[in-house]
């Protein structure tokens, strides 16, 4: 399998559950990153790992976990999350943090 | 306060034509500034980027101009075909400040009539 992958693809969770995104990415990159895009608003950043160091925590709330095991491979622990959560969540990668970056198809989280 | 502005939610253009998509920004420090493509279901694919040291970029039918002092840039698509109806992101980053961080816009949806 290429480039950025992603599971689930779709997920809906009630708001006392506890669940997590996966991404795997096959480029041989060092930096990988968590995105949420709401409806009708700007990607926005939540989190960037460069070689598997958590470099950037862009004010997230505590109910987003990430975790970096390897470089290839990227997780988004939920717990607890709101309605306001709901959204599309992308993974990204790059070859080095500042490069361009390649994005997973994203998982649709709608929490209940 | 939204630092890059794509005003126009969506576009058409007929076929053949031209295809020209806005992007604004606020922050003069930011010096690296791409263009994504995102087809539904699937997340935004890489398509052009430009430095701050240039003003044109061009890879085959697409054309990406960079006007720092107005702090405008534009995606021309030329012939515009069917297969190009996406929703184009523009993102931008002040990499000369070590930040790395691309900052996205709301995004413009492109659709190409046959």
């Known amino acids: 399998e290429t480039g950025v992958t992603q599971t689930p693809r779709h997920l809906v969770m009630g708001m006392t559950n506890k669940k997590s995104l996966k991404c795997e990415q096959h480029?041989?990159?060092?930096?990988m990153y968590w995105y949420k895009q709401s409806a009708k608003k700007p990607l926005e950043l939540m989190f960037v790992?460069?070689?598997?160091?958590?470099?950037e925590n862009n004010s997230v709330p505590s109910r987003f976990s990430p975790e970096c095991p390897n470089s290839s491979h990227l997780f988004l622990h939920l717990h607890t999350l709101q309605p306001e959560d709901s959204a599309l969540y992308l993974c990204?990668?790059?070859?080095?943090?500042?490069?361009?970056?390649?994005f997973g198809p994203g998982t649709r989280l709608t929490v209940l | 306060d939204q630092q890059v502005k794509q005003n126009s939610p969506s576009l058409s253009v007929q076929e053949g034509r031209i295809s020209i998509l806005n992007c604004d920004y606020t922050n003069s420090m930011f010096d690296y500034f791409l263009w994504y493509k995102k087809y539904p279901a699937e997340g935004p694919t890489f398509l052009i980027s430009i430095s701050s040291i240039k003003d044109k970029n061009e890879d085959g039918r697409f054309t990406v101009f960079l006007n720092k002092s107005a702090k405008h840039l534009s995606l021309h698509i030329v012939p515009s075909q069917p297969g190009d109806s996406a929703v184009y992101f523009c993102?931008?980053?002040?990499?000369?400040?070590?930040?790395?961080?691309?900052?996205f816009g709301t995004g413009t949806r492109l659709k190409v009539l046959a």
């Open positions: 480029l041989g990159h060092n930096a």
């Open positions: 790992y460069s070689l598997e160091e958590r470099v």
């Open positions: 993102a931008a980053s002040a990499e000369a400040s070590g930040t790395y961080k691309y900052i």
């Open positions: 990204a990668s790059s070859q080095a943090r500042g490069d361009t970056q390649y």
